[in-house]
């Protein structure tokens, strides 16, 4: 019973928002610059397809705080 408990808290874990961030940050920031374009989060393809929603300035960059925000 242990194991399925513990089973359904990860699953559960891994659905929700910021279970997408498994690629560090400083990985994805290929130009070191502090930000992330869309061609540098391309390299997750769910973080690709949360861009938009994660860039809260819609500035076109995920800011490290933008990114751990997810």
Known sequence: ?????NSLAMLTLMTTSAAFAVTPFAELDVDQNGVLSMQEAAADSTLAEKFSELDTN?????SE??????
């Open 1 to 5: 019973m242990k194991r399925i408990t």
């Open 58 to 62: 819609q500035d076109g960059q995920l």
């Open 65 to 70: 705080a933008e990114y751990n925000n997810a």
